[in-house]
């Protein structure tokens, strides 16, 4: 979302503003917030992407009246399978997503508020992530060194855009869920790093409003049409040695200057 234009993109229907959080860096909450309070709606983050981020001190989460974490294996705190978190400081409004998460049950037997969901977190999975929750100032701290490694790396490859490096000047505090590079040669960027045993991954190859059973084509996005075409995910995890992030920079850079 390019927050300058989210107030323009506003109608009649629109209820609420969803800012996703991607690859570890927060938008601009500050812009957000005042198109939301100008048009009167609700703000739902969507920080699935970005526990522990943080934009001018406060952390991802804390601007909405609602925010959604992840616990998908692959996030910064991850589960061995699927799970989440909504957090709210409306208590109302904590109540009725405790009775979505459990078919409408707000007490164990007794009370039901509605038609609700099976989304209850498995006890296993919440066990091993009270444990990983004790680790996640760790990861965060080795993933951030991994993507200033990445960045001193690559800075200067011709036609390579690099996100953020990891900064220290209080605005953005970003946790590097992701390092995503750009480049308009991202395909063949990719087939030379698996021939090198690199994996990476492309996130979106076709952009939602080009698939065909939505029915979203009256749509024209440039910026995310030329995102799908362009953003390739390098390896990112904790566990990473630092000689990995040289091998996979060095592969990168030595592909894009044989090009």
């Known amino acids: 979302m390019d927050v300058d234009f989210a107030a323009e993109a506003v109608t009649s229907r629109t209820r609420a503003i969803i800012p996703v959080h991607l690859n570890g860096r927060m938008c601009d909450m500050r812009k957000v917030m005042r198109a939301a309070e100008s048009h009167g709606l ?20 804390s601007f909405g009246a609602t925010a959604c974490y992840s616990f998908y294996p692959a996030k910064i705190l991850g589960t061995p399978g699927d799970g989440g978190m909504v ?12 009775g979505l998460r459990d ?65 220290d000047d209080g605005a953005y505090f970003d946790v590097f869920q ?11 960027l990719a087939a030379h790093l698996n021939e090198q045993g690199i994996e990476t991954l492309i996130s979106w190859p076709l952009p939602m409003h080009h698939q065909k059973a939505l029915d979203l084509s009256h749509f024209h996005l440039p910026e995310t049409e030329a995102l799908s075409r362009e953003v390739l995910s390098l390896p990112m995890y904790p566990e990473m040695m630092d000689s990995d992030v040289q091998i996979a920079a060095e592969a990168v850079r030595h592909s894009v200057e044989r090009a």
Do not use: C
């Open 103 to 167: 078919n409408g049950r707000v007490n164990w037997r007794d009370q039901v508020i509605g038609y609700g969901f099976n989304s209850r977190l498995d006890n296993l999975h919440a066990a091993i992530l009270n444990v990983k929750l004790s680790h996640l100032d760790e990861y965060i701290a080795r993933r951030r060194e991994i993507a200033r490694m990445y960045d001193e790396a690559q800075h200067g490859v011709p036609g390579l855009r690099l996100p953020p490096p990891p900064a």
């Open 178 to 188: 992701n390092y995503v590079v750009r480049s308009p040669r991202r395909d063949e």
């Open 42 to 61: 609700a703000v739902i983050e969507d920080a699935a992407q970005a526990l522990g981020a943080t934009f001018e001190g406060r952390p991802a989460g």
């Open 87 to 98: 957090v709210t400081s409306d208590d109302a409004l904590a109540r009725q997503l405790r």
